[in-house]
């Protein structure tokens, strides 16, 4: 529940893309926040403010002080308690009227009376617009997005598309998912600002001839949530990715590296820029040791491959790692605590997490949490989200405690 207990207000205006706000409206309940959806008179002849209402779980307020004077101050008191205000979609009309200072209507007066962002921060105001691509091309509609940027408003898209008015063009609503991350992010406590984390993730394959190959069953679950959960904490991240059942999240620097020999060469290229590394790739241990550059026939006997020991990326890499944080995994199916301890050890990690096979391809993750000083935490089984920001936390106490040794000498 990322978002648990959130007030978010949730203006929307007049657009086809009006519907889209019932999905994202969908999902920022199901995060846990409370929505509190204002609709322009025009949205309402789009969507209608029952929809809203049903998947909100709270009353709807629409067009301008037409109804009671009561809920209009209601709405008053709403934008006080806001954690965050978004408009998806919004018009050239709402962007033109909140940057020109004009409140003449319900959702334009709460925008103002929520002094966004001024109050609630910056960048905890978002818009998403949604328009015909020559008018999102207008040079007074471009003008206002650059005036209400410089004051903190967080523009979200719009993306290249299809439109409702036949064209194809810039002006088509953000994806939903997108738009629901920048919220996640807006709303997040940006501890980890200022880091440039590199995370490697899924399985690499030791290829034997052009259409053959060895791998393994690694999803990349545990390496995406971790770049999920250290973006929206506010960190510069590069994901290398070997092969994955997940699409790696919004807002990551995403590199893709099927083989060993190309992972390794990734991560060694980023290394240096980086200040923490978190090895989750399940890399291949072997690789062929004559890759065939013809198919193998299947003859008339069987076949013998020789494999031969792949390159220990996370220990090359740690070798070299300074003053930076170096995290590892161990996936062991016996002596679960002994074996990550040795490897923690003998890869010089400042942090290990022992898992076993269950977690592969799995939502959640039962593990050993152990330290380089020794201390080993036993952690319940948990969502890989949720482990992903126990992780996190970890290490910026890691870093934390490396700096107060520093400083005290
Ligand atoms: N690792 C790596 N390069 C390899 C193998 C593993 O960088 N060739 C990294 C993994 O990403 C993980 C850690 O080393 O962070 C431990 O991986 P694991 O598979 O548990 O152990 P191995 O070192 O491969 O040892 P073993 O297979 O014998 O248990």
Redesign the pocket.
């Known amino acids: 529940m990322s978002l648990q207990g959130k007030n978010i207000i949730l203006g929307v205006t007049g657009g086809i893309a009006a519907y889209k706000a019932l999905e994202l409206t969908r999902l920022l309940r199901k995060a846990g926040a409370e929505v509190f959806p204002v609709m322009t008179k025009a949205a309402a002849e789009f969507v209608t403010p029952l929809s809203f209402s049903t998947l909100a779980g709270s009353p709807v307020s629409v067009g301008t002080f037409d109804r009671t004077a009561e809920r209009g101050v209601n709405h008053i008191n709403i934008a006080d308690r806001a954690d965050l205000l978004v408009v998806v979609p919004a018009t050239a009309n709402i962007i033109g009227k909140v940057a020109g200072g004009i409140a003449d209507d319900l959702l334009s007066t709460v925008i103002m009376a929520t002094d966004a962002p001024n109050r609630l921060g910056r960048g905890r105001a978002l818009i998403a617009p949604a328009m015909n691509h020559r008018m999102y091309r207008n040079p007074i509609v471009q003008a206002n997005i650059e005036k209400l940027t410089a004051l903190g408003y967080i523009f979200v898209g719009p993306e290249r598309g299809e439109l409702a008015c036949g064209w194809e063009g810039d002006g088509r609503l953000a994806p939903v998912a997108e738009i629901f991350s920048a919220i996640e992010r807006a709303l997040s406590q940006k501890d980890l600002d200022g880091e440039r984390v590199l995370i490697?993730a899924g399985a690499t394959r030791t290829v034997i001839d052009p259409v053959r190959f060895i791998s393994n069953a690694s999803s990349g679950r545990m390496g995406v949530a971790l770049a999920a959960a250290a973006v929206r904490r506010g960190a510069d991240v590069t994901l290398v990715a070997g092969v994955m059942d997940v699409v790696p999240p919004i807002g990551v620097n995403v590199i893709m590296a099927e083989t060993?020999a190309l992972m390794q060469k990734e991560l060694e290229a980023r290394f240096a820029d980086s200040t923490t590394l978190i090895?989750?790739?399940?890399?291949?241990?072997f690789q062929v040791a004559q890759e065939r550059k013809e198919k193998i026939k299947k003859g008339n006997s069987g076949l013998i491959l020789e494999l031969v020991k792949?390159?220990?990326?996370?220990?090359g890499l740690a070798a070299k790692k300074q003053d930076r944080l170096v995290v590892?995994?161990?996936?062991?199916t016996e002596n679960l605590k002994a074996?990550a301890l040795a490897?923690l050890k003998a890869?010089a990690l400042d942090l290990i997490i022992a898992n076993s096979p269950e977690a592969v391809g799995s939502d959640s993750n039962k593990v050993l949490l152990i330290s380089k000083d020794g201390l080993v935490e036993d952690l319940p089984l948990m969502t890989k989200a949720e482990l992903a920001d126990i992780i996190l936390d970890k290490v910026l106490s890691i870093k934390k405690t490396n700096q107060e040794t520093v400083t005290n000498g």
């Open positions: 490697s060993t090895m989750a790739a399940a890399v291949a241990d792949a390159p220990d990326i996370l220990s590892g995994f161990a996936l062991e074996n490897k890869k």
